[in-house]
């Protein structure tokens, strides 16, 4: 497997984090779950969704995108199913199966799903296929085009350059934090913003601001090793605030509760989400007021479009990439923070928002997918 083989070079430089919870298909033997939509008026298209070892009750990305495939299910009418992944080992078993089930459009959820995707569709030309956080990729990790499969992106380092300004503005200590799952690109590229929005707050006011946990020159730095260790969040996050970070973004999806439990046990310690706003996911309750703010991909929207232009027969393989610009990609509000955030401090972040949105203020990553 290409991509696991390329993050297996890339983990060198690691160690690390994740946990979730939510509402998703009941499930059936071998992982899979099925749901049937399609009521009076209806259509006989079937959309199906696989999504990756989280599950899609992961309070993140799994359970963003069955939220877009269930909107499609409502509002547009359509069949659905589902195969909820518990193991990165099911991923090709859980494609055929959608495959196998006749379904128009197989959704995959997250980077990991790359070569099982690909595989599928280029195997069956006659369906179409969308992949959740990922391009396609040859052997030698050169682009490949597929004309039945749509790469659905986000340029997360827009968002998450406003989240490092804001911590580094929100901070005590002036010390940050970051940790990612495993080092693909759509964890790597909220790394690569957070740290620059950092370094651009220090600029700005001349402060001295520390970001552990991630080297964006070198491309490398704390990892869990997977998506699913919350344990590992939990213990990685104490260490960086016994080495007095004050401001955490863990960036491995539900392995971020087990910051949340950690920085619940340090006063003055604060959380960023990722994906999505993590303030309102009933599994962060008991934790909610620790969260700072969330830098959020509106996976549910582009799911949600991406069916319905398939169903209406304007089905592309042009990838679909969410900027601040289009609305793909945001900050989430303050919620409990608001009023503890100094204003000229959110001020500031909402005038870089309209300059990145303009195209003054350009934030690069080498993960981030160029766009016109």
Known sequence: MKRMTRVAGLAAAAALVLAACGSAPEENDGGTATAGGGGEGGTDYTACM???????????FNQSGFEGLTQAESELGIQVRTAESTDPGQYTANVDSMVQEGCDLIIGVGFALEDAIQA????????????????????DFSPVTLDNAKPLLFNT??????AGYLAAGQSQSKTLATYGGMPFPSVTIFMDGFADGAARYAEDTGTAVTVLGWDKAAQNGSMTGNFSDTEAGRTTTEQFIASG?????????????????????????????????GYLQPSNEQYKSLILTSVMKQIGTAVFDTIAAAVDGDFSADPYVG??????????????????????????????????????????????????
């Open 323 to 372: 900027t601040l610009e289009n609305g793909g990609v945001d900050l989430a509000p303050l919620h409990d923070f608001e009023g503890k955030v100094d204003a000229e401090l959110v001020a500031t972040v909402d005038q870089l928002r309209e300059q990145i949105i303009s195209g003054e203020l350009v934030v690069e990553s080498p993960s981030a997918t160029p766009v016109e």
């Open 157 to 162: 380092q827009e968002a998450a350059y406003l």
């Open 245 to 277: 970070a004050d401001v955490i973004l863990p960036v491995a999806g539900p392995v971020g509760a087990g910051s949340l439990n950690a920085a619940s046990q340090n006063e003055g310690v604060s959380v960023i989400w990722v994906d999505s706003d």
């Open 120 to 139: 599928a569709a280029e195997a069956n030309t006659d369906l179409s296929f969308a992949l959740v956080d990922s391009a396609f990729s040859a052997p």
């Open 50 to 60: 696989v999504s990756d070892e989280g599950g899609f009750d992961d309070a993140s």
